[in-house]
């Protein structure tokens, strides 16, 4: 497990050129990636959820020209033949 953990080390510092900085650059950008990662995570976890609902209610409007019936699409997707209905 060592000799693993020591190999992707290797391989991130290789990537990204780590083997280069002094230890303060190599701690800085770790941080900044580190916060982006969970600013990006934290905002798919709050707002991916609410965008689907709004890219569902979009979808339906330019499948049938009816807004805001989720039936519609529902029964769409669970009907054996969609390509019936349409």
């Known amino acids: ?5 020591w190999r ?4 991130l510092e290789a ?3 780590f083997s280069m900085m002094e230890p303060w650059e190599k701690l800085l950008c ?3 990636f580190t916060l982006f990662t969970l600013l990006l995570i934290s905002g798919l976890y709050q ?7 709004i890219m569902q209610r979009r979808a339906s409007y330019y499948l ?4 805001g ?10 009907s054996p033949s969609p390509m019936k209905e349409l």
Do not use: C, S
């Not at 707002?47 to 609902?53: D, K, S």
């Open 47 to 53: 707002y991916l959820p609410e965008h689907l609902f």
């Open 15 to 17: 990537t990204l050129a």
């Open 69 to 78: 019936d989720e039936r519609l699409l529902r029964q769409w997707v669970d």
């Open 30 to 32: 770790m941080v900044i």
């Open 64 to 67: 049938w020209g009816q807004d």
């Open 1 to 5: 497990m060592k000799d693993y953990l």
């Open 8 to 11: 992707q080390r290797t391989k």
